[in-house]
């Protein structure tokens, strides 16, 4: 009953507190960044650079391929021509003086301000915070709005009933869709099916902020154009060759 | 008089009878199994949870994985359908399909799903 806490043991017992306070909270912001589940932020932002010179056209047909093997996307059978889905396809630019075609692969850009989302009703058309830009299904109303606003063509709408979808990209009639930039594979460190589909260095994707990514280091290299950059959209594709 | 008690009887041990065979749902054949190895309290810590907030979960993962990339298993679609699905002649048998996991509740409280437009109703591609 006599023990008194004398100045020296009050100050080492809650150090003793202290430390084991650190120790527990750093365990805790361990677990947060080492797992898979904390939140894409915007200190990063995918984009691609896509370089036509180093594309042949079946280069390209290739990334078509595998994106609709990847998303499951294509085989519908109801769907008349201007109905079916196209999340990629291959567009070929002529110029009308000199006769020279270039041939490119075009998807949802990424803008940084979509007009899509500018116009989505039900704020189903949405970019994450890492720029990638995408549809949530289960807030689209399928009223079409966002790909009248595309300025690429971009997105396309599922016509008729479903079935057998891929088991990481669900997709449904009376909703609208477009390229995800593969989040589902990005998300866990992969990289965009057609990027992977091109061996050589035509398509680089990566985080555009990070000064010692490859697609970073080309863009400051080389000349590099955004489509319509008249737009002030900002996209997260970029090409170059063209 | 006697007569009626039987038949009053007869009725309420068939209507016994028939509660204990509905009341063990088509669990699917993995979760069956990890049920008989008693392997389920680490899945759905309390029944009585899943079975009451099952839609607010997956209402919330939902949003998680769209919007924020989070792509854990807990209350995911995918493993739902994973875990809780059954074969027959070698085959997955649809999971919002009648007498499956996923519509033998909500028939009896007259609930439809549209999640299945979208969601794959079969594990994975193939068997």
């Known amino acids: 009953m006599s023990k008194k806490l004398n100045r020296r043991d009050f100050i080492k017992s809650t150090t003793a507190v202290t430390a084991g306070v650190a120790t527990i909270s750093s365990g805790i912001t361990l677990t947060t960044f080492a797992a898979e589940d904390s939140p894409v932020t915007n200190e990063k932002r995918w984009g691609m650079l896509i370089d036509t010179n180093k594309l042949t056209e079946s280069n390209i047909d290739d990334m078509v391929n595998v994106c609709q093997e990847e998303n499951g996307w294509g085989s519908e059978t109801h769907s008349t021509g201007a109905q079916k889905p196209d999340w990629i396809k291959k567009v070929k630019v002529r110029d009308k003086t000199t006769g020279k075609i270039d041939m490119l692969p075009m998807m949802c850009q990424h803008c940084e301000q979509p007009p899509c989302v500018d116009v989505c009703p039900t704020n189903a058309s949405m970019k994450r915070e890492d720029g990638v830009v995408l549809v949530d299904k289960h807030l689209c109303i399928g009223c079409r709005y966002c790909m009248m606003a595309c300025p690429y063509g971009s997105r396309s709408f599922v016509h008729e009933d479903l079935s057998n979808q891929k088991e990481h990209m669900p997709r449904g009639k009376g909703t609208v869709e477009s390229c995800t930039l593969c989040v589902h594979r990005v998300d866990k460190g992969g990289i965009p099916a057609c990027a992977e589909a091109v061996s050589s260095d035509g398509v680089i994707f990566g985080d555009l902020y990070d000064a010692n990514s490859k697609i970073n280091q080309t863009l400051k290299k080389i000349q590099s154009t955004q489509i319509r950059a008249d737009l002030n959209l900002n996209t997260g594709i970029r090409y170059s060759g063209i | ?127």
Request: hydrophobic content about 30%; aromatic content about 6%; overall charge positive.
């Open chain 2, 1 to 127: 008089m006697k007569r009626l008690l039987i038949v009053f009887l007869a009725l309420t041990v068939t209507s016994v009878f028939a509660y204990g065979v509905d009341k063990h749902i088509n669990l699917g054949d993995r979760a069956t199994e990890l049920k008989n190895e008693g392997k389920s309290r680490g899945i759905h810590p309390s029944l009585s949870e899943i079975r009451k907030m099952h839609p607010e979960f997956l209402l919330h993962k939902r949003d998680k994985t769209v919007h924020q990339g989070i792509r854990t298993r807990r209350n995911s679609l995918k493993e739902c359908v994973d875990c809780h699905s059954t074969t027959k002649n070698d085959e997955y048998v649809p999971i919002n399909a009648p007498e499956q996991f996923c519509s033998t509740c909500h028939q009896k409280v007259g609930t439809s799903l549209d999640c299945f437009s979208c969601h794959r109703t079969t594990p994975k591609e193939d068997l």
